[in-house]
């Protein structure tokens, strides 16, 4: 009989969303045997872990990788995505099905299922609903059935296709309530954008996110549907948002590293395409507003919207703002992003930061008990975080496929030192140890 190895992660400080306290932490099997004091006889290798914080894997709730976009494609694939990600401290990422109107919703998923096989860290989709009707509504329970419970809808970009309308987006959210799952929305009023004038402010008004933001509030209250609203960017989305939530609606929130520490002046740059995003960045009192959100514990998620193009990619749209495809790289970035600027800065709290990157995004998406946890019996996702390290950020030394970071120059405090997932190492002091196809699909748990 094989015995199998136990690792003792020893003389740490564990915090989770729950409680930080002084303790050991054994994996074995690729699960967490044990959370205490434990003697390190016995154990097959033993971490020092002293003086860094041990926190549960980090979750980044939306990535986009390898994804179309304005006749080009996302610059990170899934070899080079998900190895960025556990680089920063990410275990596990959310991504989506890429939805057509003559593709089901089970073959979308199938095929995405096969493309992400690469994937060093482990992964869960949401079904994206492009040219969904009531009449498909049988291809929810099929998509369920395959372990995904969760659904990407647009109230935007009819101009593409990808607008849902809001009678059969109030269907759907009938059937997604019956399943136990959750309506992911972008939310930003169609009507109220301009697409000739592309991924910029005056084309895309933080009063359509506030319209359409409250419009699917009411949907949710209406129909009972928990419901995700995706990248919140402005006050005024904010406002409504909060709304919702006072009037009864089942709404939860995220936002983006971008809306939290960059503003609308980066469009003033001579490199200033570079910067497209949707929604787009805002205004720095949107800023702060969202930064009051997070201290309150009022969103459930910081994720990236990681989407990223090189700097050839975008140059194509420097002069014509239709071409210009939107998005922003942040994979990699985002937990030293959100600890140098939240908790280092005392925005948040570091039990509020492992809710935001672990707790929070693992029991919206049905990932929970499995992630987001560091227990007995969930899967042994770790991140050993020094929260002292300091230093600049440099787009040369990054592991995305980029040639370009919004946060170029920046300097932060705080950095993974070491990153497991399911038992085993992926990070080891900056290198990387770890092997593609480790990652599997974690479908929803019941």
Known sequence: MV????????????????????????????????????PA?????????????????????????????AGTRSADDFHTGPKAAAHGGITCFLDFTVGHPETSLPEALERRLEEAGPSCIDYSFRAEMIGWNPERADEFFQVAEMGVRAFKFYTAYSDSGRRTPLGYLRAAMEAIRELGGVAMVHCEADELVDPEGGPYPAARPALAEEVAIAEVGIL?????????????????????????????APVVGETCPHYLLLDDRVYMRPDGHLFSVVPPIRKPEDREALWWALGKKFLAAVSTDH????????????????????????????????FSEGVAKGRISPRQFAYYLSEGPARTFGLWPRKGRLARGADADLVLWDPHASWVVETKGLHMNVDFSPYEGMELRGRAV?????????????EFVGREGHGVFVPWQR
């Open 3 to 38: 015995r199998t190895k136990t690792i003792l992660i020893k003389g740490g400080t564990v915090v989770t969303a729950r409680k930080t306290l002084q303790a050991d932490v054994l994996v074995r099997g690729g699960r967490i045997a044990r959370v205490g004091k434990i």
């Open 41 to 69: 006889a016995g154990a097959d290798e033993v971490v020092d872990a002293r003086g860094l914080l041990v926190f549960p894997g980090f979750i980044d709730a939306h990535v986009h990788f390898s994804l179309p976009v």
């Open 220 to 248: 949710a209250r209406e129909t009972g549907c928990r419901t995700y609203i995706a990248h919140i960017s402005s006050a005024r989305g904010l406002s409504v948002y909060l709304g919702a939530r006072k009037m009864g």
């Open 307 to 338: 989407c990223p193009f090189s700097v050839s990619q975008k140059e194509i749209g420097r002069d014509d703002p239709r071409r210009l495809p939107s998005g922003l790289p942040g994979v990699e970035l985002l937990p030293a992003l959100l």
């Open 418 to 430: 070491a990153v497991m997932c399911r038992g085993e190492w992926v990070v080891r002091e900056g």
